[in-house]
């Protein structure tokens, strides 16, 4: 994604992190200098340091209450805008798909219960969810 940022707007200022070595070195040459190691639980960056905060699948990979603390760091990371994608369900259909289909989340909610976490701990970015 942030070698699609700089490719459509090569002037942006881009950033990111990933919690694997291996990823960071084999990833592509084009974006790895604004790569860094570092974990969802605490952004290796300042408060209000960005204007836009990205994370696509990431958060329900950890415990709710990590859920929660990476929902923050993102808050705290954003001077503006923030989105994230989780792995969510609508009914028990959809409930039961994402069971059978996902081997890494460790937080799986309905959309409704996402929503309430969201206000609960204080996340005010846009989000979308990811429904096999």
Known sequence: MLHDFKRLVPE??????DISKYAIQNSISSVKPFLCEGSALSLPFKNEEFNLVISIN?????KIDECAKALQEI?????????I??????????KKRMENW?????????????????EEIGYTG?????IP
Do not use: P, Q
């Open 75 to 83: 808050e705290r990371v954003s001077s503006k805008n923030s989105f």
């Open 85 to 94: 994608t989780v792995d969510a369900y609508r009914n028990n259909e959809e």
């Open 126 to 130: 846009d989000y979308y969810w990811f």
């Open 102 to 118: 996902n081997l890494t989340a460790k937080t799986i909610m309905h959309v409704e219960e996402w929503k309430n976490f969201f």
């Open 12 to 17: 942006i200022e881009v950033r990111g992190i």
């Open 58 to 62: 990431t958060v329900h990979n950890l």
